[in-house]
């Protein structure tokens, strides 16, 4: 079992920056491949950006490329989200998601695990 929590969401500006993290805690370690997702109001899951276990790897929505940037410290058990530029479209509830595979998945069904979300809200 792995167990996640997301922190860091907030009420932001538009061109704001803010960073959300994800611990784990559980069978954790460099196996699992996280996520991270969102979902806003009235609309699906979607995925945002994947890292694999060792973090040389990584993949971004179009929507969010060039802007956020995703990471992980395997020693700390915790994944982050470095969002700059925000926009209104990036609010969402946002979560983390863990994969016991191989290969980052863009797929909500393809998780494991996933966190209780955060909010985050870019409005001015």
């Known amino acids: 079992q792995v167990q996640l929590v997301e922190s860091g969401g907030g009420l932001m500006q538009p061109g704001d920056s803010l960073r959300l993290s994800c611990a784990m805690s559980?069978?954790?370690?460099?196996?699992?491949?996280m996520g991270w997702f969102r979902q806003a109001l009235g609309k699906e899951r979607e995925f945002v950006a994947g890292i694999s276990g060792s973090g040389g790897l990584t993949r971004y929505a179009d929507s969010v490329k060039g802007r956020f940037t995703v990471s992980r410290d395997n020693a700390k058990n915790t994944v982050y989200l470095q969002m700059n530029s925000l926009k209104s479209e990036d609010t969402a509830v946002y979560y983390c998601a863990a994969a016991n595979r191989a290969r980052i998945s863009t797929a909500a069904g393809a998780q494991d695990y996933w966190g209780q979300g955060t909010q985050v809200t870019v409005s001015s």
């Open positions: 559980g069978r954790t370690g460099s196996s699992y491949v």
